[in-house]
T-cell receptor, first 114, second 111 residues
Framework: EAQVTQNPRYLITVTGKKLTVTCSQNMNHEYMSWYRQDPGLGLRQIYYSMNVEVTDKGDVPEGYKVSRKEKRNFPLILESPSPNQTSLYFC?????????????FGPGTRLTVL | AQSVAQPEDQVNVAEGNPLTVKCTYSVSGNPYLFWYVQYPNRGLQFLLKYITGDNLVKGSYGFEAEFNKSQTSFHLKKPSALVSDSALYFCAVTPDQKVTFGTGTKLQVIP
């Protein structure tokens, strides 16, 4: 089954404790992206990647890192999480060839930073 | 810079009535416009998109959207609402590799 998976689905952590949220897709998509969803703000793009070793900032990259060492994986790293990073996070992917291709979304990761 | 506005936080409609969820956008260049739906505790699902051509775009689950270049709008419509259409709807624009979403509109279909 074609899908985007994220782990963990739920995470409660404390300020300053480094964490990684994994994202993996099995559709051979070049483009992958991370979003955060906050009430009243909708989805905001954090980082995106157009292929292995190619990443770029979205609208809200501060406090986040990403890496793209393999085509299928695009982990989101919070090196020193803070309470304002409490949010619902989504990973998505699509073929790169046409930027009007729709994205496939993962199920989301709900992160709470205390 | 690109932007998307969804002016209504919530839309209530009676089952069987037509529904409209509004979206306006601002972008330089050609706008590629999308509608996604999010059911509770789920990720977003693609509904439909506008690339070029016909201003009326048909998508999944009986939804359609009308692209209006002069009004920079891309409103989502359905002729007859179902209770199962109750969800959160997002409009998005992507003229390049960045994607900008609206703030979302909660659609409540009342039986």
């Amino acid at each position: 089954e074609a899908q985007v998976t994220q782990n963990p689905r739920y995470l409660i952590t404390v300020t300053g404790k480094k964490l990684t949220v994994t994202c993996s897709q099995n559709m051979n998509h070049e483009y992958m992206s991370w979003y955060r969803q906050d009430p009243g703000l909708g989805l905001r793009q954090i980082y995106y990647s157009m292929n292995v070793e190619v990443t770029d900032k979205g609208d809200v990259p501060e406090g986040y890192k990403v890496s793209r060492k393999e085509k299928r994986n695009f982990p989101l790293i919070l090196e020193s999480p803070s309470p304002n990073q409490t949010s619902l996070y989504f990973c998505a992917s699509r073929p790169l060839a046409r930027k009007y291709n729709e994205q496939f979304f993962g199920p989301g990761t709900r992160l709470t930073v205390l | 810079a690109q932007s998307v506005a969804q002016p209504e936080d919530q839309v209530n409609v009676a089952e069987g009535n037509p529904l409209t969820v509004k979206c306006t956008y601002s972008v330089s260049g050609n706008p590629y416009l999308f509608w996604y739906v999010q059911y509770p505790n789920r990720g977003l699902q693609f509904l439909l998109k506008y690339i070029t051509g016909d201003n009326l775009v048909k998508g999944s689950y009986g939804f359609e959207a009308e692209f209006n270049k002069s009004q920079t709008s891309f409103h989502l419509k359905k002729p007859s609402a179902l209770v199962s259409d109750s969800a959160l709807y997002f409009c998005a624009v992507t003229p390049d590799q960045k994607v900008t979403f609206g703030t979302g509109t909660k659609l409540q279909v009342i039986p």
